[in-house]
C-alpha cells in the first residue's frame, strides 16, 4: 500500500509540472493536493518560473520594443471597471507597466501577461526586480532612472512632486552599474531564476534606456544611444518626452503617463500613492504577476494560462488588449485563431476586453483623447463578443470595435 500511495504521489508532481500548478500539489496525498486548487497567495521561485518557461511559446515579432505605453485615455475604464468587475478574479494583459495600475484598480488573485516578445517578459522580470528592492516610490523612480533620489519627498509626495523632483536630475553611471548588478542578484540569486547572457543583455537593455532618457522615454525609443559613462539623450527641463505637453511625435513620455487620470480628474496611476505602490510591490514580491512570451493566436501560450487558472478554480474578469486585435486582423487566420483561443478560457459572465483604439473618433465616442491623442479606451463583453464569433458576425477588426462601449459610462 504504501508503494503505491508513493506512486500517486509521483504522478500527482509530474501533472502539477505540466499545468504549471501550486508546488504543495506534490508534498501530500491526493485529499489535500484537491483541499488546495484555489489561486495560492504565493507562488514558491521554482513554481513561478516554471510556469513561464512552459508556458511561454518562442520569440516572436512586433515593428516596436514598446518600452513604453502610449494610450493617455488609459485610465478612463478604471471607474467602469471597478464597478462592472469587482476585485479578486483573474486578470490577463500585454505590455509593459500600463497593466500595474490596472491591477491596483481590479486587485486580481493573479496576473498573466502575455506578450508576443521575449523582451516584454525580461522587461517584467526588470520591473518585479526593482519593486522588490525599492521600498518607496521614490527609491523605485530613483533606481529605475539610475539617479540621485532627491530630498524632500516622502510618502505623501503627490507624483506630480515625485516627477517633478526627478526631471531635472541626470543619471549616475556609478549608481547603474551598482543598481544593475543588484537586479541581476536578485533575479538570479534570490529568486534563482535561470537566465542566460542574451537574456541578461536583454533586461539590460531596458534598464539602460531609462538610465539614458529617464521620465522623458516614449514609445519612439530607437536604443541608438550610448550607455553608462558616455553622452545622455533627453536630460532635464521636464518630463515632456520631447515636447512641451509630455508628446514627442505625438508619443506621450513615460513621466506624461503617470500624469494622466480617468477623465474626472483622479490619479490612478501605481505611483500615484505609497499605499498602491506598497499593494503593487508586496504583490509582486509574492511572484504573482506571471510574465509569459506568446502570440495570442498561438497553440500554447493563451490556452496554457486558461488551464491553468480553470485548475485553480478561478476565472479571468478582464482581459487589456491594447490594440493587438488590430494586428491580428492584417493576418487571414491570426484573429480567427486568437477568438478561438479566447473561447477556451475560463470567464466570467460579465468579463470585459480593454482595448485601445486609434481613431479620430467613433459612434459615440470623443473625438479625441486628452492631450490630442488619438487612442482611446474602450471596453467590450467577452462573451458577447465570443457569442458573436462563434455566429459568424466577426470578421472584421470594425466588427470588433462596433461592439465596443465608452471607456467611461
Known amino acids: 500500500m504504501l508503494k503505491k500511495m508513493r506512486s500517486a504521489i509521483a504522478l500527482l508532481a509530474v501533472a502539477a509540472v505540466a499545468c504549471g500548478g501550486n508546488q504543495t500539489v506534490a508534498s501530500g496525498p491526493a485529499p489535500a493536493a484537491v483541499a488546495e486548487r484555489g489561486v495560492p497567495s504565493r507562488l514558491a521561485d521554482s513554481t513561478f518560473w516554471r510556469m513561464v518557461t512552459q508556458m511561454s511559446e518562442p520569440d516572436g515579432f512586433f515593428r516596436s520594443d514598446n518600452l513604453v505605453g502610449n494610450e493617455v485615455s488609459l485610465q478612463w475604464v478604471i471607474p467602469t471597471l471597478r464597478k462592472e468587475l469587482g476585485t479578486g478574479n483573474v486578470y490577463l494583459g500585454v505590455a509593459p507597466d500600463q497593466n500595474f495600475t490596472y491591477m491596483i484598480a481590479l486587485q486580481p488573485k493573479i496576473v498573466f501577461i502575455v506578450d508576443i516578445r521575449r523582451g516584454a517578459m525580461l522587461q517584467h522580470l526588470l520591473y518585479k526586480a526593482i519593486f522588490e528592492l525599492a521600498p518607496t516610490r521614490a527609491d523605485f523612480l530613483s533606481m529605475l532612472f539610475s539617479r540621485p533620489r532627491p530630498a524632500g519627498l516622502t510618502d505623501k509626495s503627490t507624483v506630480v512632486e515625485e516627477l517633478t523632483a526627478f526631471a531635472p536630475l541626470r543619471p549616475d553611471s556609478a549608481t547603474y552599474v551598482k543598481n544593475f548588478a543588484a537586479i541581476k542578484h536578485q533575479l538570479m540569486v534570490t529568486h534563482g531564476f535561470t537566465l542566460g547572457p542574451k537574456d541578461l543583455d536583454g533586461i539590460e537593455y531596458v534598464y539602460n534606456a531609462f538610465y539614458q532618457v529617464g521620465p522623458n522615454l516614449t514609445y519612439n525609443f530607437n536604443g541608438n544611444m550610448v550607455g553608462p559613462g558616455g ?61 509569459v512570451i506568446g502570440d495570442f493566436a498561438g497553440p500554447k501560450a493563451l490556452r496554457s494560462v486558461g488551464q491553468w487558472v480553470r485548475d485553480h478554480d478561478a476565472k479571468i474578469s478582464a482581459m487589456y488588449v491594447s490594440n493587438v486585435e488590430q494586428y491580428l486582423f492584417m493576418s487571414p487566420d491570426a484573429w480567427s485563431n486568437y477568438y478561438k483561443n479566447v473561447a477556451t478560457l475560463p470567464l466570467t459572465d460579465n468579463a470585459l476586453f480593454i482595448r485601445s483604439y486609434s481613431s479620430r473618433g467613433f459612434g459615440n465616442l470623443p473625438q479625441q483623447s486628452p492631450n490630442g491623442s488619438r487612442s482611446l479606451q474602450l471596453r467590450s463583453s467577452v462573451p458577447d463578443l465570443l457569442k458573436a464569433f462563434a455566429e459568424g458576425k466577426v470578421t472584421s477588426y470594425q466588427d470588433v470595435i462596433e461592439m465596443t462601449r465608452p471607456a467611461r459610462p
Not at 474626472?264 to 505609497?274: K, M, R, V, W
Open 231 to 291: 553622452t545622455v539623450a533627453g536630460g532635464g527641463g521636464g518630463f515632456g518626452g520631447g515636447g512641451f505637453n509630455g508628446f514627442g511625435r505625438g508619443m506621450p513620455s513615460y513621466g506624461a503617463l503617470l500624469l494622466e487620470t480617468d477623465g474626472a480628474g483622479e490619479n490612478h496611476s501605481y505611483l500615484a500613492s505609497e499605499d498602491g505602490y506598497r499593494w503593487l510591490r508586496d504583490y509582486q514580491s509574492r511572484n504573482l504577476l506571471v510574465p
